[in-house]
């Protein structure tokens, strides 16, 4: 068997002393869809498995003084069906409601996606365009990181599952004249991974005609999921205009690196990087109100 011991906790308290105990050897789950296969391969080792997933206090998807907070051990499920993230965070519910099968959405959580550090991992890209940051706790010191940093290569974290836990994201609310909108491109609906993906979040300004703000991130354009940091100094450099999108479409172009994989070809992937970055962006300008935004995606 890949694991001799399972131990279910309530508290995040105990489940840091049983990896104080198991010194290493024991590794957090709490969905397992994507554990329980690395333990049976033997990708990832584990003497004692410690489920968090009835522990309440990880569990919760609130707002609170403008910032939206997700307990690491809600489902894909409770996130696209919460009323706070449709209203509040869009982008995030719709990522979450196209990850894998119903049944996989109603057991994976979000914290063990963010820790799965898959490139193209539907709700991290999500987060990685809401600007979230995690709380990180451990028998040690605790800290706060921004999601970005946690991913060191493809399915490698910076959270150890041995010593450490995942236990809430934050992110702000989109407010007034913010936008988002999330493209998931794959073979076919259901289980399959995406081919490609990508989430934007953006501030309009009506008067000035101008994006002021914009965080686009895309995956598997790299070894970790990617922010498009040139893609976004192009697009609030100046006034929205169809030579300023075409301009960002090829900086996208450029700035993405992907890889050849039994999904895609490499050129596939990078020539499709401008369609769904446009088909994206329009979606998320006309959620801020863009009229132009509405009336380019109609023409596409």
């Known amino acids: 068997m890949a694991w001799q011991d399972y131990v279910r906790v309530t508290s995040v308290e105990e489940a840091l002393q049983q990896l104080d105990t198991f010194d290493g050897e024991g590794r957090i ?6 554990l329980i296969l690395q333990l049976r391969s033997g990708e990832k080792k584990a003497r004692c498995l410690i489920d968090i997933s009835c522990v309440e206090s990880l569990c919760h998807i609130r ?22 993230i449709a209203a509040k965070a869009p982008v995030l519910s719709e990522a979450c ?3 894998g099968s119903p049944q996989i959405r109603n057991i994976g959580t979000v914290g063990g996606n963010i820790v ?9 890209i999500a987060l ?32 150890d599952s041995t010593r450490e836990i995942l236990t809430e994201i934050a992110f702000d609310a989109l407010g007034p004249s913010e936008g988002s909108a999330f493209y998931r491109l794959a073979r076919r609906k259901g289980a399959t991974l995406p081919t490609l993906n990508c989430a934007v979040c953006l501030s309009w300004n009506r008067e000035k005609r101008r994006i002021e703000r914009i965080r686009i991130a895309m995956g598997p354009v790299g070894p970790v999921p990617t922010r498009l940091y040139e893609t976004e100094k192009v697009l609030t450099s100046d006034t929205f205009s169809d030579s300023l999108m075409d301009e960002a479409l090829m900086t996208a172009y450029r700035e993405a690196n992907p890889r050849s994989s039994l999904r895609s070809g ?18 998320a300008l006309r959620s801020a109100g863009c009229e132009n935004g509405e009336s380019q995606e109609k023409d596409h």
């Open 29 to 34: 789950i709490a969905g397992g869809t994507d």
């Open 63 to 84: 707002e609170k003084e403008g910032r939206i907070l997700i307990g690491a051990c809600a489902t894909h499920s409770e996130i696209s069906l919460s009323p706070i």
């Open 97 to 99: 409601s196209q990850v």
């Open 116 to 124: 799965n550090a898959q490139p193209a991992a539907d709700s991290v």
């Open 128 to 159: 990685m365009a809401l600007d979230a940051v995690c709380q990180i706790e451990s028998s040690g010191d605790d800290k706060v990181r921004p999601i970005n940093q946690l991913f060191l290569g493809p399915g490698v974290s910076d959270v």
């Open 266 to 283: 490499k050129e596939y992937r990078q020539e499709m990087t401008k369609v769904i970055l446009r088909r994206a962006l329009l979606r």
